[in-house]
């Protein structure tokens, strides 16, 4: 069964740092694409990141560009997103999902096909 499980979310004060991770299991990282993505209240779903079946990393999204980094543990299995001076607006909840492909796309929907369950992310002083 494939399965994404999220976690490192929390409560952080602005200009504090998180790393996320997302636990795969049922498949392995190197034949697809894994992807970030987080959903504000009130807000549509919102793709910032995703690392290739091979490690090669997107730029991010202009909202979160310079202060994130996706990066990956092939032994366990594990995508992470390293998020530096966070802001309130990046407040939300972050999801991992991965690809039909081994390349990245910059999409909120298809080709990401299994989801994880989220990990909620609340930035305020």
């Known amino acids: 069964q494939l399965q994404l499980v999220e976690s490192g979310g929390g409560l952080v004060q602005p200009g504090g740092s998180l790393r996320l991770s997302c636990a795969a299991s049922?498949?392995?990282?190197?034949?697809?694409?894994i992807g970030w993505f987080r959903q504000a209240p009130g807000k549509e779903r919102e793709w910032i990141s995703c690392?290739?079946?091979?490690?090669?990393?997107?730029q991010g999204a202009d909202s979160v560009k310079g202060r994130i980094t996706i990066s990956r543990d092939i032994a366990k299995n594990t995508v992470y997103l390293q998020m530096n001076s966070l802001k309130p607006e990046d407040t939300g909840v972050y999801y991992c999902?991965?690809?039909?492909?081994?390349?990245?796309?910059?999409?909120?929907?298809?080709?990401?096909?299994?989801w994880g369950q989220g990990t909620q992310v609340t930035v305020s002083s």
């Open positions: 690392i290739s079946s091979t490690g090669g990393r997107t």
């Open positions: 999902a991965k690809s039909r492909y081994s390349a990245c796309s910059v999409s909120s929907g298809f080709p990401y096909d299994t």
């Open positions: 049922g498949f392995t990282l190197d034949y697809y694409a």
